[in-house]
């Protein structure tokens, strides 16, 4: 059975901070590993990793895949309070069709 | 372009009822895949359409139905609603193997 897991599930930390969140994946027939910003609405999109090794950036946040031990993980510079939200990792399979699978979510709490 | 658009945003329906929910994707996108969020279960892939073709369904009853059209618009229909269908309902449209950007949801509650 297909399998995404982030960690940790929840993470307060001060204005300024640095975080990185976590997530691992166990599925068959992967495409893609796609990083989802949720606040109390529709998942907006962050990033989608294809590649081993090569960081995606946009302003303070950068996030990097290894296909070989099956993990990607999204950095957070000097976070601010807007970055409070869920963080969802999502697998994109494919087998003919396509789906997304995707982690339990990180909840990111900034505080001033 | 114009974002995805789900409608209605909010409903409110008692067991037994049927509810039909609607999704618009992106123009020139022809993949529209369904998912159900709940606090319990996180967001759980219910189905996905590609040129009027149901091509892969999740793990969820039969109750759960859902349809493409022509111009990619799709809809998806629970029957026999339980208390347990409540639920943020998510439709994503993507280019096939590239990125899925959702829509607003739909918020059913099931009294």
């Known amino acids: 059975e297909d399998k995404v897991v982030q960690s940790p599930l929840s993470l307060v930390v001060h204005e300024g901070d640095t975080v990185t969140l976590n997530c691992s994946y166990e599925?068959?027939?992967?495409?893609?590993l796609l990083w989802y910003k949720q606040e109390k609405k529709a998942p907006t999109f962050l990033f989608m990793l294809?590649?081993?090794?090569i960081e995606k950036k946009s302003g303070r946040l950068s996030s990097i895949l290894d296909k070989k031990e099956l993990f990607s993980i999204l950095n957070i510079t000097a976070t601010q309070t807007g970055d409070s939200a869920v963080y969802l990792c999502?697998?994109?399979?494919?087998?003919?069709?396509?789906?997304?699978?995707f982690g339990q979510g990180t909840r990111l709490t900034i505080n001033p | 372009k114009a974002g995805v658009t789900q409608t209605p945003r909010y409903l409110i329906k008692t067991r037994g009822q049927q509810v039909t929910l609607s999704c618009s994707p992106i123009s020139g996108h022809r993949s529209v895949s369904w998912y159900q969020q709940t606090p319990g279960q996180g967001l759980q892939f219910l189905f996905e359409y590609f040129s009027e073709t149901q091509r892969n369904k999740g793990n969820f009853p039969g109750r759960f139905s859902g349809r493409q059209f022509s111009n990619s618009r799709s809809e998806m229909n629970v029957s026999t609603l339980e208390l347990g269908d409540s639920a943020l309902y998510l439709c994503a449209s993507s280019i096939f193997q590239e990125t899925q950007y959702f829509g607003p949801g739909t918020r059913l509650l099931v009294l």
């Open positions: 599925v068959t027939n992967f495409r893609s």
């Open positions: 999502a697998v994109l399979v494919i087998q003919g069709a396509q789906k997304l699978v």
């Open positions: 294809t590649s081993s090794g």
